[in-house]
């Protein structure tokens, strides 16, 4: 009798876990950054809620021109006064989430050239990855960022495949460079599209939000399933994340309430072995709604 059940206490727990394993759980992504009045980095990651922080943003760069940091209310990267984010930086990776810098951003952006993209890359790695750590112009500090993620809007499209290869060059250096990126659901993505064909990115945040072809309509869920069936296998990355608005207020259009996330669109995409989580625009709007909180559990 009790040989029976230790036998059936066993079996239970590795049906579980065989369950655990097998409902292809994914994680969280957040903007940080665009707000003053979201609590700081380093209290983001402590809320256990999201995998990976995006830095919100470089704002300016290329073309020759001086790069440009915005951290909004939160710090001045132009007079240093942001170098205090590496020990928020270094507190969330020792919880083993991933901490990008994101460059770009809503307004057009574009580079001149190969060697331009080289000289970003320069940038970038000195100031925010694994060059230059003993600098003190280093805009947040010594810090080494996960990698880059690319919310490039707007522009040519041209030369974004190179800033991709070059800062994908340096993950030979002893640390990887972690490559993410932002497109807008309508595929292929106007600027980045030749650059996510190069299978250099690991996670691919696509926003369906604000592209209302493609994002959720109740009465319609094949439009999102069938942007969704593109992405996940036409784009050689490693993970494809579904990028939402925290709140109603965060986009223009395609806010998914819980209940429709969890009931219809999660089951429906979860079946791609492509499937990484959600992204949410951003830290801000996901504290008024408590969206990351109430999904958690389902993504
Ligand atoms: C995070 O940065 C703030 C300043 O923005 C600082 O007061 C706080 O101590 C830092 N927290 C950690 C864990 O590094
Ligand atoms: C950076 O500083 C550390 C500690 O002061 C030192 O050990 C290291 O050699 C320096 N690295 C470079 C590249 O200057
Ligand atoms: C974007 O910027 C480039 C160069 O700065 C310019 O040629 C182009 O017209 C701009 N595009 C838009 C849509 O503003
Ligand atoms: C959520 O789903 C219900 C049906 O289950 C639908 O009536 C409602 O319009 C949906 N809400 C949104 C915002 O899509």
């Known amino acids: 009798m009790a040989m029976q059940i230790v036998i059936s206490v066993q079996f239970l727990i590795l049906a579980v876990l065989m369950l655990v ?10 903007y940080w950054g665009q707000n003053g009045n979201e609590g700081t980095l380093a209290e983001t990651c402590a809320t256990g809620n999201y995998e990976f922080v995006n830095i919100a943003f470089l704002s300016t760069f290329g073309g020759g021109q001086k790069p440009v940091m915005n951290l909004a209310g939160h710090c001045d990267p132009s007079s240093n ?21 994101s460059i770009g951003g809503g307004g057009n952006r574009s580079l001149n050239s190969p060697d331009d993209a080289r000289q970003v890359v320069t940038y970038l ?12 112009l280093r805009p947040l500090g010594p810090a080494v960022l996960d990698g880059i993620d690319f919310d490039i809007e707007g522009g040519t499209g041209l030369y974004w495949d190179d800033l991709a290869r070059y800062l994908s060059a340096y993950s030979n250096q002893g640390r990887k460079v972690y490559l993410t990126a932002a497109p807008q659901c309508p595929f292929p ?10 299978g250099l990115f690991d996670y691919v ?11 959720y309509n109740p009465s ?46 999660l089951p429906a995409i979860k079946r791609s ?10 830290k801000y709007y996901d504290d008024q709604t408590g969206y990351s909180s109430s999904i958690k559990t389902d993504v």
């Open 125 to 136: 790695w000195n100031n925010f990855l694994g060059g230059g750590k003993n600098s003190s």
């Open 273 to 282: 072995n492509k499937y990484g989580g959600v992204m949410l625009w951003s």
């Open 81 to 101: 006064g942001c170098t205090g984010l590496s020990s928020n930086i270094t507190s969330c990776q020792a919880k083993g989430i991933k901490v990008m810098l």
């Open 220 to 265: 319609e869920l094949s439009n999102l399933e069938e942007a969704w069936k593109q992405w996940t296998s036409e784009i050689p990355a490693t993970k494809i994340f579904l990028g939402l608005p925290a709140s109603p207020e965060a986009a223009g259009s395609g806010f998914i309430p819980v209940a429709n996330l969890t009931c219809n669109v």
């Open 189 to 198: 993505d106007a600027s980045l599209g030749v650059a996510l064909k190069t």
């Open 205 to 215: 945040w696509v926003q369906f939000y604000n592209n209302p072809p493609c994002q």
């Open 21 to 30: 394993m097998g409902s292809n759980a994914g994680g969280i992504a957040i």
